[in-house]
């Protein structure tokens, strides 16, 4: 079975600072792993992707995500927080096909001045 | 359009009325799914179609959810005799793969009170 845990379900920082969102998966399969981010009335938006590839992905607006099998871990980071990230985040873990991903309860991240 | 629209935006009801949630893909998008979100919850999946075909409707709760789409497009979801506990936002995302890729684009969603 799969799950997803999102270990923070807040996180604040100063803009500037870097930003470190932790998503912990587990999967009996080789697994695709995904972060979206939601916006305050938006859709959610895709992040960034994993699947089998290179194990640091990056995505848009400058964040990246590192795969460690071992850890069984998919942290969202991001080296300099701007005003524009203030959002909830979701990991989200699909695996054998992704018609069913699995979703993490969201890291609300608070950008502060 | 641009983006997957979803309507209504917001739907206040009595509990045991029927409630219609209408997705309109982006164009071109073959594959459709619909979650749901409740406070305090993850993204709960409900229903994927594949072209008009659902072949996945396992996540629906009970017999008191329905979806269809047509043409390839427009999808509707149906709750009959809502409940209380119906109460969160039902979110489409379309996507344009034929294979699970799971890359999905959503749309804002609706949020359904049932009073």
């Known amino acids: 079975a799969q799950s997803v845990t999102q270990l923070d379900s807040h996180v604040s920082v100063s803009e500037g600072t870097p930003v470190l969102l932790r998503c912990n998966y587990s999967s009996s399969y080789s697994p695709s792993l995904f972060w979206y981010v939601q916006h305050p009335n938006k859709g959610l938006q895709l992040l960034l992707k994993?699947?089998?590839?290179a194990t640091l992905v990056k995505g848009i607006n400058g964040f990246e995500a590192e795969f460690k099998k071992s850890e069984t871990s998919f942290h969202l980071t991001k080296p300099s927080a701007h005003m524009s990230d203030a959002a909830e985040y979701f990991c989200?873990?699909?695996?054998?096909?992704?018609?069913?991903?699995?979703w993490g309860l969201g890291t609300s991240l608070a950008v502060n001045p | 359009g641009a983006g997957v629209s979803q309507s209504p935006s917001n739907k206040v009801t009595e509990k045991g009325k029927d409630v219609e949630l209408r997705c309109d893909p982006i164009s071109g998008h073959t594959a459709l799914y619909w979650y749901r979100q409740s406070l305090g919850q993850g993204l709960e999946f409900l229903i994927y179609?594949?072209?008009?075909?659902?072949?996945?409707k396992s996540g629906l709760p009970s017999d008191r959810f329905s979806a269809e789409r047509t043409g390839g497009s427009v999808s509707t979801l149906t709750i009959q005799r809502t409940q209380q506990e119906d109460s969160a936002v039902y979110l489409c995302a379309s996507s344009p793969s034929r294979t699970e890729t799971g890359e999905l684009f959503f749309g804002e969603g609706s949020r359904l009170t049932v009073l």
């Open positions: 994993y699947t089998s590839a």
């Open positions: 989200a873990v699909g695996a054998g096909n992704n018609r069913k991903l699995i």
């Open positions: 179609f594949q072209g008009n075909s659902a072949p996945d």
